[in-house]
């Protein structure tokens, strides 16, 4: 993660900025912190997508992950909300 970030990439939605976001993701998801501002800014994202999904859920209910991705940005293994379909 340190050789993206000292690359200049920040977390985003493309390439090596995607793959830095998913590796702060799942540094969190398994229990790690690290001390650098990403890694907050992500945990935050995280708990405000994580809140969207919680008010929005119930309005459409059946969507598949899928959607949810795709249309909202969230990702719904990383609040750890699954859906049965």
Do not use: C
């Not at 340190?2 to 998913?22: A, F, H, M, W």
């Not at 919680?54 to 969230?74: A, C, E, K, N």
Request: hydrophobic fraction near 35%; avoid cysteine.
């Amino acid at each position: 993660m340190l050789t993206i970030v000292e690359s200049g990439y920040r977390p985003g939605n493309k390439e090596q900025g995607y793959v830095l976001r998913k590796l702060l993701r799942r540094i969190h998801k398994m229990g790690g912190t690290l001390d650098h501002p990403f890694f907050a800014e992500e945990i935050e994202r995280q708990m405000r997508l994580s809140a969207k999904y919680l008010r929005l859920r119930h309005r459409h209910p059946g969507m598949s992950p899928g959607w949810w991705f795709d249309t909202h940005g969230i990702d719904l293994s990383d609040i750890g909300e699954t859906i049965d379909e």
